[in-house]
């Protein structure tokens, strides 16, 4: 954790920027050395992207998914009374 008064992190952004990126390190940015924020590196983004129909063919879906629910579930739903 590096502490940085804001005008030291205005001076030298683009040094402490890379030991954020490289070491992972968290500055701590103070305003008369009392902290005041913190930065910290993002997370990697994610890989690539997911492939469409990864499980094509292993999941069945049968007609009755598509009937109309039975009153009872429907009003649990809409959160009325039967």
């Given at each position: 954790?590096?502490?940085?008064?804001?005008h030291?992190?205005?001076?030298?952004?683009?040094?402490?920027?890379?030991?954020?990126?490289?070491?992972?390190?968290?500055?701590?940015?103070?305003?008369?050395?009392?902290?005041?924020?913190?930065?910290?590196?993002?997370?990697?983004?994610?890989?690539a992207?997911?492939?469409?129909?990864?499980?094509?063919?292993?999941?069945?879906?049968?007609?009755?998914?598509?009937?109309?629910?039975?009153?009872?579930?429907?009003?649990?739903?809409?959160?009325?009374?039967?």
């Amino acid at each position: 954790m590096i502490k940085l008064n804001i005008h030291e992190a205005k001076t030298h952004l683009s040094r402490y920027l890379v030991k954020l990126e490289e070491e992972g390190e968290v500055i701590i940015l103070c305003r008369r050395n009392v902290p005041v924020a913190e930065i910290r590196p993002l997370l990697p983004a994610a890989g690539a992207k997911r492939p469409v129909g990864l499980y094509q063919g292993q999941i069945h879906v049968g007609p009755e998914f598509f009937e109309p629910l039975p009153d009872d579930i429907m009003a649990a739903f809409e959160g009325r009374k039967v």
